[in-house]
């Protein structure tokens, strides 16, 4: 249907050479750290008092609504504060103050198992009190995606990062290869599709020889997909890979998809018993001195990672947390890494000169949703509430495409987001 | 340290809007230094400065216009004028008219394309109408008499049109060969309006803006691909051959509008659906107004019409382009089938014009010529009104050659000519050469021309006269249409010699 529809995607400058071939700076040491007690929109329960001992995998908190989700201390230490910080969401969440001791005294809240060996039910339960949850941005709890596969055909592992800027996850491939076998077979199997398949990026040809070294013998195939941004949503992953469309999740076309550094973390529970801690996290752009990628302990803010990675260029600048696209940009360097978190992009700030929209199409032709952008942001400015329903606003997923594309600078997707708070107003 | 807050996304693609108009801009020179050189080489230098002074009158108008009311509106005149790109108008309203309008009618035109065609709906991004088409409207319709006559001849669209847009092969075969050839009309070698004539370098500009992605290539292509199609269906329905659907494409506007201003984002619809059935609407209307009315050209008002329906194609497509899909396929395919039925329809009902257009001189030397003719005037008529008389100049027994002078024009008014050329009438002197045995003109040569410049002198091109070559007082002369006078004048010469001759 492109033919009527335009491309639906657009190849993105990714500046990735400032940081893929760069040595990784450990930082899994920090003084003190801030846990943010948040999943989601959902707050997590802490399950320690302020005063007590911690050990690295001590269980401090846990979601327990309609999900499950413990919180695993990255540290040893003591619990010093419960307090308010902004997080990345740039609303002040709870965060749990923990000062480390340095000690590293391991409380393994689990055993390793052997995946192959267990029934699905235990990997399943395994999955779900190692605090799996999704590492490619949205955090999600891992486990709620395979509590009912049915009709799964194609289990896919998403490798392919398309936000520019970063690097993370390539790293985090190419440094742990053997674990991300061992996660994406153990996924693989809870998945029960017939054949699994990991997707990057075909312009990452030292790491599509290694998964293909890796994954040889396997029922996991390494797929390729091209240089182009949002390649790793799940809908246009899924549309790339199979061809097909869905409604409301990929496993209406049959397909589950997870990312890659989950698949790395659930490796590390599986093999050693260790819940996630760390992260891979991708420092770069062109208002951070020394770009590179970090391991950084969860809970470390980011000033302390800018600050290792050179400090700052200039006086003013935008700090996002994540890629350019989709990130948001926070005014301060105070919030912390949390587990979504893959990346800190610092851009010196340009003021971008706006014009009148020339109403060319461009946003209509690349939206990956197939929205208007255009069109809903002139019915938004009117207030016009039924042709913004009949615009489908709420498809938008706010990749930043129709913003990016704009010719004129108009900040499109704002006036989009505007729009879906308005409808939301409305109901 | 300062953290800047702004909305996601931090990233912006480096093509803007202001770099789409320098592409189109530059596009525009580039079309115009082709009619530059093209008049200046071909009509000398005086002409070719008439085109480089219309581009600086029309720009200057549309800034001026535009500075003034950016003043009156308390905007920045400066900034308003940089991100309005009254100038693009300007040069397309140009490069759409003909060398021969007057400049005070460009000028006016262009004051009224930006103010009414742009400004006064909220200026760049709000018009409904593309501007430039608005502004030649006006200078079409309202100031056509106040053309001077530099350069002479019709264009091909209005020698076809004032035979007939549905003509036989021969006639179209006659036409272009009237216009150099297939080759030449490429190359632009013509005279048409300024911008117009160079199908390979308004194509070259096509791709160019379409690498760019400065305009959407479904536009130009849909626009041009309509006219095409139809005229080619038309063309085999109608026995008027391939070559009659070519003439439609490189004849005319078709290429130039399908270019710059069926592309103009701001008066086309937004997504793709609605680009695709704009293009093919502007098409079916560029071909039915050529068909069924009495203009010249149909691309200016196709476009100006689909403009008006743009808001309506852009509702007819709003939703989500992937859940809606099946049904927006059908909607394209419904309302493309729509116009090509309506067009074809028309097509179909559209007589065939029989009869021959002028053609060329048989010697092959003369220039082409393209005039369109009246009833034809007979050598055995009364043409005593024009007191021609012929004066023997020499005769060797075969031939023999008179020095002819008649009236001309001037007989309507003999008292205001009278007195103010010195002449008695306005006069015509030729000089016939007669074959004595067969009574046939063998030679015409003009001498002395005394009617109207730009409108009589059609009828005494070199072309027109050879075609008296041959003739006898029992053939008929063509009559030029608007030259009715002048051709009776040199029928009563060519009477008067061949009456001598006959009495020698």
């Known amino acids: ?427 | 340290m300062k953290f800047v807050f702004k909305p996601a996304p931090h990233y912006r693609s480096p093509q803007s809007t202001s770099g789409i108009m320098r592409d189109l801009t530059l596009c525009l020179l580039a079309v115009a230094v082709f009619s530059v050189v093209y008049y200046w080489m071909n009509y000398g230098s005086e002409v070719g400065l008439r085109v480089l002074l219309h581009l600086a009158i029309s720009v200057c108008c549309a800034l001026c216009t535009e500075a003034i009311w950016f003043a009156c509106t308390k905007q920045k005149v400066v900034d308003g004028l940089l991100s309005s790109y009254g100038w693009v108008t300007a040069i397309i309203l140009t490069l759409i008219s003909s060398v021969n309008v007057s400049h005070y009618a460009l000028g006016v035109s262009t004051v009224l394309a930006i103010l009414f065609g742009k400004l006064v709906f909220g200026g760049f991004g709000q018009n409904i109408f593309n501007p430039a088409a608005f502004g030649a409207a006006v200078l079409m319709s309202t100031f056509a008499a106040s053309n001077v006559d530099l350069v002479s001849g019709a264009t091909p669209t209005q020698a076809i049109n004032a035979f007939s847009w549905m003509t036989t092969a021969d006639n179209v075969n006659t036409l272009i060969g009237n216009y150099g050839g297939l080759g030449n009309m490429f190359l632009g070698q013509y005279v048409s309006t300024m911008g117009s004539t160079c199908a390979v370098l308004l194509l070259l500009c096509m791709v160019f803006l379409i690498v760019r992605k400065d305009i959407d290539w479904q536009l130009p292509v849909f626009y041009i691909g309509t006219v095409f199609v139809l005229t080619l269906l038309i063309g085999l329905m109608k026995g008027a051959g391939i070559n009659y659907a070519l003439f439609h494409v490189l004849a005319g506007g078709v290429l130039f509008g399908g270019v710059f201003m069926v592309t103009d984002p701001v008066t086309s619809p937004v997504t793709i659906p609605g680009k695709i059935l704009f293009a093919i609407g502007a098409g079916v209307f560029t071909v039915i107004f050529r068909l069924r009315s009495n203009m010249p050209d149909g691309v200016l008002y196709s476009i100006l019409i689909m403009n008006m329906l743009y808001p309506a194609i852009d509702k007819i497509f709003d939703g989500n382009q992937i859940k809606n899909a099946g049904s927006i396929l059908k909607k394209v395919l419904i309302g493309a089938c729509c116009f090509l039925v309506v067009g074809l329809g028309i097509g179909a009902i559209a007589e065939v014009k029989e009869g021959s257009v002028a053609s060329p001189s048989s010697s092959g030397s003369a220039p082409a010529v393209d005039v369109s003719l009246g009833t034809p005037i007979s050598l055995s008529g009364d043409l005593a009104t024009y007191k021609a008389e012929a004066e023997e100049i020499s005769n060797d027994g075969s031939v023999a050659t008179y020095h002819c002078t008649a009236r001309g024009f001037g007989l309507l008014d003999p008292d205001g000519i009278a007195s103010h050329t010195g002449h008695e009438y306005s006069r015509n002197e030729m000089d016939v050469t007669v074959d004595l045995a067969t009574g046939t003109v063998t030679d015409v040569v003009l001498t002395h021309f005394g009617d109207t410049e730009g409108i009589g002198d059609i009828a005494t091109q070199e072309g027109v006269l050879a075609g008296h070559v041959g003739k006898t007082l029992n053939d008929e002369v063509d009559c030029v249409t608007s030259a009715t006078y002048t051709s009776e004048s040199i029928a009563a010469m060519l009477q008067a010699a061949l009456n001598a001759a006959a009495g020698n």
């Open chain 1, 1 to 427: 249907m492109s033919f009527l529809t335009g491309p639906m995607h657009h190849h993105l400058e990714g500046h990735k050479e400032l940081t893929s071939h760069k040595d990784i700076l450990n930082m899994t040491d920090p003084d003190v750290i801030w846990v943010p007690l948040m999943n989601g929109n959902a707050p997590c329960t802490p399950l320690v008092s302020v005063g007590d001992k911690v050990n690295i995998g001590t269980k401090i908190a846990e979601r327990n609504d309609h999900f499950y989700l413990p919180v695993y201390s990255p540290v040893s230490g003591t619990v010093v504060a419960i307090e308010k910080r902004m997080s990345t969401t740039l609303k002040n969440v709870d965060h749990m103050k923990i000062e480390n001791d340095h000690q590293n005294t391991v409380d393994k809240p689990f055993n390793p198992i052997d995946y192959e060996s267990v029934s699905n039910e235990e990997l399943l339960e395994f999955v779900k009190n190692a605090g799996m949850l999704g590492l490619g941005g949205a955090g999600f709890p891992t486990y709620a995606k395979f509590t009912n596969p049915t009709n799964v055909d194609l289990f896919i592992i998403n490798g392919v990062e398309c936000e520019p800027y970063l690097t993370a996850d390539y790293k985090n491939m190419m440094e742990n290869l053997s674990l991300l076998k061992t996660g994406t077979l153990a996924l693989l199997k809870l998945s029960q599709a017939k054949k699994g398949c990991i997707a990057v990026k075909e312009d990452k040809k030292d790491l599509i020889a290694k998964l293909q070294e890796t994954f040889n013998g396997t029922n996991v195939e390494v797929r390729t997909v091209p240089d182009i941004y949002p390649a790793g949503w799940e809908r246009t992953l899924v549309l790339l890979l199979t061809g097909r469309r869905y409604d409301r999740l990929p496993i209406e076309a049959g397909c589950i998809l997870n990312n890659a550094s989950t698949a790395i973390a659930l490796a590390d529970a599986l093999v050693n018993g260790m819940p996630l801690r760390q992260k891979y996290v991708t420092v770069s752009g062109d208002g951070v001195k020394e770009p590179k990628n970090v391991i950084v302990t969860i809970g470390t803010p980011a000033h302390d990672v800018i600050e290792a990675c050179g400090g700052y260029t200039s006086e003013e600048v935008k700090v996002i947390a994540g890629g350019p696209m989709m990130g948001n940009s926070i005014p301060n360097d105070l919030f912390v890494v949390g587990a979504p978190v893959n990346g800190l992009t610092v851009l010196n700030y340009k003021p971008e000169k706006e014009v009148k929209c020339l109403r060319c199409g461009k946003c209509t032709e690349t939206c990956p949703s197939g929205l208007e952008p255009v069109r809903i942001n002139n019915a938004e400015k009117i207030k016009d509430i039924d042709t913004l329903v009949k615009l489908d606003v709420n498809a938008c997923i706010e990749c930043g495409m129709c913003s990016y594309i704009c010719p004129s600078k108009i900040d499109v997707t704002e006036g989009v987001r505007r729009a879906k708070r308005y409808m939301a107003l409305k109901k």
